[in-house]
């Protein structure tokens, strides 16, 4: 298939800006996948389409801070630095910009307790960098670090806890697990007391998640790598559900790349972690996931693609239709997919 073959016109306007309140009063269209039929209703309403046995599976990674502003220390120059992955200790793989202005051996700083050097650059123009920190590294950069908000919203966010899940617990992302911003903590519970699942994974979100195809044919898309991990409890939790004939939803594409990465990997669901490049597309088979709680997506991206796999090209096509037509939001803040 072609990359344009995931084309749909969106007007500007239906790109949310900024969060709903309360979080659960987002829209959601529900998509059967097997006729393509679709139902128009509000996220608080999940409970009317969920089982008593079924599981859901959230991805509890939280963001990080990842946007800091670094002044250098020779030109008093500014330059924004984002956080891309943890390689040991304080020295991070970052993106900066301007890129000529953090040269190896060049130094920045950004409060008067934490400051990096740069040491390396990697051969797609990365910076290597160390940090340099009187203090606690992660609470200094929660004093003076900004959310990495995807380039489309171009609105402040107010409140920084408004782009992470009300679960968000493992420190590694550099973007949110979208699908998991529509639930509350009430919410949570009440799912919980009638008779529904939860399990957790871990899978830290990289911004190669935002990277556009550029492959006219989508095989040829090298897709970004991530680190996930499985717990024994939830592994048991899945199979259990299974064995039990229980439905496994996963919550955002991000959890059912980490179910799917373990089955393809070890063909069942069992404790394990690892880094996963898994590139989900029409045509795939899915080993582990029956239903799936999503978000809109871009156009042309590697999620509608995913989606796509799962509830069928046409049906999908046909839902963003839909979606465009019914005035929902879009992206990040937008409204949700249940597909069943």
Not at 180 to 205: A, C, P, W
């Amino acid at each position: 298939m072609k990359t344009s073959d995931f084309f749909y016109n969106l007007p500007e306007e239906l790109i949310a800006q900024t969060p709903i309140e309360p979080r659960n009063a987002s829209r959601l269209m529900v998509l059967d996948r097997t006729n393509g039929q679709i139902e128009h209703t509000v996220f608080s309403s999940l409970f009317n389409y969920l089982i008593k046995g079924d599981t859901l599976i959230l991805n509890n990674t939280r963001v990080l801070p990842a946007r800091i502003y670094g002044v250098k220390e020779d030109t008093g120059a500014k330059v924004e630095f984002l956080l891309l992955k943890n390689l040991e200790n304080n020295v991070w793989e970052v993106l900066a910009g301007p890129g000529r202005k953090a040269k190896p051996g060049t130094s920045f700083k950004f409060s008067d307790k934490l400051s990096c050097d740069v040491i390396d650059a990697t051969p797609e123009g990365n910076r290597i960098i160390k940090f340099n920190c009187e203090g606690e590294f992660y609470s200094l950069l929660d004093e003076v670090g900004q959310m990495p908000l995807p380039h489309y919203i171009t609105e402040e966010l107010k409140n920084k806890e408004r782009y992470q899940t009300v679960y968000s617990k493992e420190l590694g992302s550099a973007a949110a697990p979208t699908a998991g911003l529509h639930f509350t903590d009430e919410m949570l519970s009440k799912l919980k007391e009638n008779g529904i699942n939860i399990g957790y994974v871990t899978l830290h979100v990289g911004l190669g998640t935002f990277r556009p195809v550029k492959a006219e044919d989508i095989k040829d898309h090298k897709m970004h790598c991530e680190h996930y991990i499985i717990p024994s409890q939830t592994a048991d939790l899945i199979n259990k559900t299974k064995s039990e004939g229980g439905r496994v939803i996963c919550v955002g594409t991000t959890s059912c790349r980490t179910l799917e990465s373990a089955f393809k990997k070890y063909g069942c669901i069992k404790e394990c972690q690892g880094d996963t490049d898994i590139f989900i597309y029409p045509g795939y088979k899915f080993g582990c996931m029956d239903a799936l709680i999503t978000n809109f997506h871009l156009p042309e991206s590697t999620l509608i693609m995913l989606v796509s796999a799962f509830a069928g090209y046409e049906n999908t096509m046909s839902a963003y239709n839909t979606a465009v037509n019914e005035k929902y939001r879009f992206f990040s803040f937008g409204d949700a997919m249940l597909i069943v």
